[in-house]
Nanobody, 123 residues
Framework: AQPLVESGGESVQAGDSLRLSCAYS?????IGWFRQAPGKEREGVGG???????NYVASVKGRFTITKDRAKNTLWLEMKNLSPEDTAMYYC????????????????????WGQGTQVTVSS
């Protein structure tokens, strides 16, 4: 399978919106978004699989939206009302375990990762 490729990260101001993309090869069951800020542990952001609603962690619910372009095998992460606390390297990753496992957004269950794209939010 081809590696996942993220893009769209950039430096923005607090309150701005940004959309990240994750290109993946077909056949992946569940694609999750993660982020890692400097000096902090990696954390799950949300994820998507066909036939289920996207799931999100509490800290981004209502601000982040995950959608999928099936024709392009691309997953989008739309982020609104960004704050400096959202500054991080953002990664997408693939999980082919059971849905109940993938939605836990624990990195150890994800078998394929992208290289990441940097999002920096200035106050």
């Amino acid at each position: 399978a081809q590696p996942l490729v993220e893009s769209g990260g950039e430096s923005v101001q607090a309150g701005d919106s940004l959309r990240l993309s994750c290109a993946y090869s077909g056949g992946e069951y569940y694609i999750g978004w993660f982020r890692q800020a400097p000096g902090k542990e990696r954390e799950g952001v949300g994820g998507f699989t066909d036939h289920e609603s996207a799931n999100y962690v509490a800290s981004v619910k209502g601000r982040f939206t995950i959608t999928k372009d099936r024709a392009k095998n691309t997953l989008w992460l739309e982020m609104k009302n960004l704050s400096p606390e959202d500054t991080a390297m953002y990664y997408c990753a693939a999980c082919n375990n059971a849905y109940s496992t993938c939605v836990r957004l624990e990195g150890r269950f994800f078998h394929r990762w992208g290289q990441g794209t940097q999002v920096t939010v200035s106050s």
